[in-house]
């Protein structure tokens, strides 16, 4: 039994589904089930989530157990109080006024069950805020003055669903669970599953391409996993699986770090692990990790508005500067002379307390070293963009930004010292996957950046490797997810 449904017998009225077992709560948390296997999804409609309630106490001792409760303890504490209102992205508050603004009332309440309402023109906004929390019936308070806020989310019981909702729910219910065995029919030969989450609307930006992809399936089924490509609007069904491995350009005010951090709370394999796109995405981080670490990196400078004259006494010009946050090269400038240093850091002071200041070097390539498991597994050069100084070039008006050639060797014969300090660099951050940008200049090696999503594209990244690459990778979900299951 993969999925179990925890509810009142009084509440019965939902209905029963195929491959799911409704439990008592009590029978629950009284006769342990030897036959239910780790990550059992456990769906909680107890009557209460109250602290030290009965719902409390099934998804409290269904983490204890290994199982995956939907809400979990996390979910529940969150939806207690205001504290679910703090979680609100900028993203899902501007869907909240779209979607909200033909209302003639300043009160409304919008019931989710299962993801849905039953009013059609509110499923965006339905599966964006089932995403967020995740509990299976959730009641959401909204009230607007100037603009709409939401006011109070709560989860609720079965009992509590009003009479006239309660037909729409328990086809709500049957409609997810008929999804959940119907959306992704298992090979024998696979014993995991595993979410890759990507973005197809990020272009040539995106971490993987549609082949890379397709090719990480592949090499996960021949590993044992079924894998299955989801986006944000799938984040419901996080839950479903053993493993999620983020495709998608990662930020810690996104939805990629809310989505990691979840997952491992809920004791799956992540990669990225949200500690990577912390540290990773976080170039102030770097800067101070690397120099503790005493590994060689360009003289680098953390600007703050009292120290910003003396950057150009300390480095000569042209010098690079950073937003903390930036990727692909956009948030990363070169100052040429004093004054464009000191416009340059105005505009970045205005969105970021700290700002990197760093010395130039001019080389023809970057040395991208990818690390996996505390191994070097490729080497590639990436050369800057024609006519530029780095490797992306973003131009005015062009969608997507033009990118010099590159070049993939064995990771053997890639220059020794190279490898040597972006392994180092790496297992600074953890044991995951990262991508190295190192400078050579005149033989010396110096690391620029560890990049917690690094690049898999087809014919780049495995030109060498090939599908070995790949499977690599899902050999390294196996034993993290073998690994997990034995010490809980």
């Given at each position: 039994m993969n999925t179990i449904l925890i509810a009142e017998s009084q509440d019965r009225w939902l209905g029963h589904f195929e491959g799911v077992e409704t439990i008592d709560?009590?029978?629950?948390?009284?006769?342990?089930?030897?036959?239910?296997?780790?990550?059992?999804?456990?769906?909680?409609?107890?009557?209460?989530?109250?602290?030290?309630?009965?719902?409390?106490?099934?998804?409290?001792?269904?983490?204890?157990?290994?199982h995956r409760p939907i809400p979990d303890v996390q979910t529940i504490q969150d939806l207690h109080g205001t504290a679910a209102v703090r979680l609100i992205p900028q993203h899902l508050d501007e869907l909240i006024q779209s979607s909200l603004k033909p209302l003639t009332t300043d009160d409304f309440v919008l019931s989710v069950y299962f993801g849905d309402n039953l009013a059609k023109k509110y499923d965006r906004l339905c599966k964006e805020l089932y995403g967020l929390f995740?509990?299976?019936?959730?009641?959401?308070?909204?009230?607007?003055?100037?603009?709409?806020?939401?006011?109070?989310?709560?989860?609720?019981?079965?009992?509590?669903?009003?009479?006239?909702?309660?037909?729409?729910?328990?086809?709500?219910?049957?409609?997810?669970?008929?999804?959940r065995s119907t959306r992704r029919?298992?090979?024998?030969?696979?014993?995991?599953?595993m979410a890759i989450l990507h973005n197809p609307d990020e272009g040539d930006l995106a971490p993987s391409d549609p082949a890379a992809l397709k090719k990480l399936i592949k090499a996960a089924e021949s590993c044992g996993i079924a894998a299955e490509l989801i986006t944000r609007s799938d984040s419901g069904r996080l839950m479903e699986f053993d493993a999620l491995f983020i495709r998608e350009t990662t930020a810690v005010n996104h939805h990629t770090y809310r989505l990691a951090r979840r997952a491992a709370a809920a004791g799956m394999v992540v990669v990225d692990d949200p500690l990577s796109i912390l540290r990773c995405t976080n170039k102030v981080y770097l800067a101070e990790l690397l120099s503790r670490a005493k590994i060689p990196t360009p003289k680098t400078l953390v600007v703050h508005r009292r120290n910003a004259?003396?950057?150009?006494?300390?480095?000569?010009?042209?010098?690079?500067?950073?937003?903390?946050d930036s990727a692909f090269s956009q948030g990363v400038v070169k100052a040429n002379d004093a004054n464009e240093l000191m416009?340059?850091?105005?505009?970045?002071?205005?969105?970021?307390?700290?700002?990197?200041?760093?010395e130039y070097m001019r080389t023809a390539f970057d040395w991208r070293i990818g690390v996996l498991d505390q191994r070097a597994v490729f080497a590639c050069k990436y050369h800057m963009a024609r006519g530029h100084w780095q490797i992306a070039k973003h131009e005015t008006g062009r969608p997507q930004p033009r990118f010099g050639k590159c070049e993939t060797l064995p990771v053997e014969i890639a220059p020794r010292r190279a490898v040597a300090i972006a392994v180092k660099a790496a297992n600074l951050i953890g044991n995951g996957l990262y991508g190295v940008d190192v400078k050579e200049v005149d033989g010396q090696f110096f690391v620029i950046e560890v990049n917690d999503n690094p690049n898999l594209d087809s014919g780049v990244e495995d030109a060498v490797l090939r599908d070995e690459l790949?499977?690599?990778?899902m050999e390294s979900f196996v034993r993290s997810i073998e690994n997990n299951k034995q010490t809980s």
């Open positions: 709560p009590r029978d629950y948390l009284s006769k342990p089930d030897p036959t239910l296997r780790r990550a059992t999804r456990v769906y909680n409609l107890s009557r209460s989530y109250a602290y030290q309630s009965m719902g409390y106490y099934v998804s409290l001792l269904a983490e204890a157990r290994g995740q509990a299976p019936l959730l009641r959401f308070k909204f009230s607007r003055r100037n603009h709409w806020r939401l006011r109070r989310v709560s989860a609720i019981a079965l009992n509590a669903v009003p009479e006239n909702h309660r037909e729409f729910v328990a086809e709500a219910a049957a409609k997810h669970f008929a999804r029919p298992k090979r024998r030969s696979t014993r995991y599953d004259a003396e950057v150009a006494a300390e480095l000569n010009f042209p010098c690079v500067l950073k937003r903390p416009l340059q850091l105005t505009r970045f002071f205005a969105d970021s307390e700290l700002v990197i200041a760093q790949y499977r690599r990778i």
